[in-house]
């Protein structure tokens, strides 16, 4: 359970915002898929639930896009561990995509915080 007795949003983000949340994760440096959901889900006070099956086609999704590429290295634990980076084109993109996401949310508040008439 979330912080303050919240239930995790799990399977129930917006289409695209995982690739988001992925590309902001990865704009702080490197990281392989385990540490990227552990982020995502840390920086939402475990409101957002990141689960395998979304996270891996996300990121191959991303890779195949140009936006991140991927390199092996060394885990914490010492094992073997598929990394992740930002790319430039993952940086720009990351840019469009945050203000797309600034948009939908002015939008959605307008219409649930409708000023008074």
Known sequence: MGKAGKLPLEGEMVQGTLDLLVLKTLAAGPAHGHTI??????????????????????LHRLEDRGWIASFWGTSENNR????YRLTAAGRKQLV???????DLVRAIGRILYPAAE
């Open 37 to 58: 959901a552990f982020a995502i889900e840390r920086r939402s006070d475990d409101v957002l639930q990141v689960e395998h099956g979304s996270l891996y086609p996300a």
């Open 80 to 83: 073997k561990a598929r990394y």
């Open 96 to 102: 469009a995509q945050t203000s797309r996401w600034e």
